[in-house]
């Protein structure tokens, strides 16, 4: 179904208003549905009143339109806390990891107005007002220059970059005032890295960088390709890249068993190869990112805004950590654990106990001798459970340091991909060249 579009409040007044109206209207819909409830003879709570499906569809369409840092919040609450939030907060979330609604065209050519100049039009043969697609920040077009070059133009939504810092703080204000957000949840670290990473997000020159980055990283990989920056078209605000074809990667669930292994397989290969040899690691896993040129047999990699570079110290704790995870070391998990930061000082050793269950579950694939068949696989069911067991326990709580969210976030939907694709891989024998590489480092 078609998303409407949608103007996006571009003045941090506007945003504000934004916010204060969804408050007004959460508390009319509790008002409501407390007269409501008194009338059956129900004597509900604050919480129920709070947590109503009118209350939490309200949230999720405001919060959708104001782009930008209520989506990059939610994603990062999703990364942390996941099963562990409130089912309604959790539906919030996922929303708005999935929809993004586009701007309508009058403001588009404002934008495109403000950063090109008037008269913009020369430059194209052809631009598709439509977009290809929306996401948390900006939106996508397809366009054709004059000299018949087809690119893809990323567009930043207007008040994004200006208001990140004060949007970040109202809608976790939001969250906690609407009730959706345990009061015994610690959220300040992700906001500050919510605001970190828009900044750097909304920075397409950055974005550029890093995409010039990787496809000099990826020449001598054939199996990739990679959109390249048209200079000429891109400022701040506007990213444009040559329009590289393909289909949706998810959309090859039924294609050969061999073809899906294959491509899977590539994409654990570069996961390695980003952590352990780039130390530079794209962390999105949106099905989104990849698509496939049956043409070419290539596998296509877009959106590099939220790229990060990983340390030294960090990447090598890591490998020690998976090292150990793959040979269920215990004690030599539990050091690197300790060294990346995953325990908290004065942890109770039950707890971490379960940490470390948790890291010889996810560790699973790379024990496994041979392909490891994650069609047939519950593993991220387990994982699941284990998770919410270890956080329903609210003395544990603790958020683990940014980077290792990152990299859960793209290992775990590494994971989701090859369960959706049914695909074979064998991931201990692509970790082990790495493995191999950091014994040699160390020896």
């Not at 959790?90 to 588009?108: C, K, N, V």
């Not at 997000?201 to 990739?224: I, M, V």
Request: glycine fraction near 8%.
């Amino acid at each position: 179904m078609k998303t409407a579009a949608a103007a996006v409040p571009s003045s941090r007044l506007s945003r504000l208003a934004r916010l204060g109206s969804l408050a007004s209207g959460v508390a009319g819909g509790m008002l409501a549905e407390g007269v409501r409830q008194f009338v059956q003879g129900k004597r509900p709570t604050v919480g129920d009143l709070l947590l109503t499906p009118g209350n939490a569809r309200r949230v999720a369409d405001q919060l959708a339109q104001l782009r930008g840092a209520a989506m990059k919040v939610g994603q990062l609450l999703s990364m942390d806390a996941g099963d562990l939030l409130p089912p309604e907060l959790r539906d919030i979330l996922a929303r708005l990891r999935a929809e993004a609604r586009p701007m309508p065209m009058s403001q588009l050519v404002a934008v495109l107005t403000a950063s090109w100049g008037p008269g913009w039009e020369r430059h194209f043969e052809r631009f598709s007002f439509t977009p290809l697609a929306a996401a948390s920040i900006g939106q996508v077009h397809a366009a054709r220059t004059k000299e018949g070059r087809a690119l893809a133009i990323k567009v930043q939504y207007p008040g994004v970059r200006e208001s990140i810092a004060s949007d970040v703080d109202n809608v976790a204000g939001l969250l906690r005032f609407s009730g959706l957000l345990p009061k015994t949840l610690d959220i300040a670290p992700l906001l500050d890295e919510a605001k970190r990473q828009l900044h750097e997000e909304a920075d397409y020159q950055c974005e550029a960088a890093h995409l010039t980055r990787f496809g000099s990283l990826l020449a001598d990989s054939p199996a990739f390709v990679l959109p390249e920056v048209h200079e000429a078209l891109s400022t701040g605000n506007i990213l444009a890249m040559s329009f590289v074809e393909g289909v949706p990667v998810e959309s090859l669930a039924s294609a050969p068993q061999s073809q899906r292994d294959r491509l899977v397989g590539l994409l654990f290969a570069l996961l390695f190869r980003e952590i352990f040899d780039f130390r530079l690691v794209q962390t999105d896993p949106n099905f989104a990112n990849y698509r496939y040129d049956p043409a070419s047999d290539q596998l296509v990699l877009l959106d590099f805004g939220a790229t990060r570079a990983f340390a030294a110290p960090r990447v090598e704790a890591y490998r020690r950590l998976l090292t150990a995870g793959m040979k269920s070391d215990r004690a030599s998990l539990n050091e690197a654990a300790a060294e990346i930061g995953y325990f908290q000082a004065d942890i109770d050793e039950r707890h971490r106990e379960q940490v470390l269950d948790i890291f010889v579950q996810a560790c699973e694939p790379l024990r496994h001798r041979g392909a490891y068949d994650f069609g047939r696989s519950d593993l991220a069911l387990r994982m699941r459970d284990a998770g919410m067991r270890l956080g329903l326990d609210r003395d544990f709580w603790h958020t683990p340091p940014i980077d290792a969210l990152f990299l859960h976030r793209k290992i775990g939907g590494l994971y989701l991909l090859a369960a959706r694709l049914g695909a074979r891989v064998d991931i201990g024998a692509l970790f082990v060249p790495h493995a191999d590489a950091g014994a040699g480092l160390q020896g």
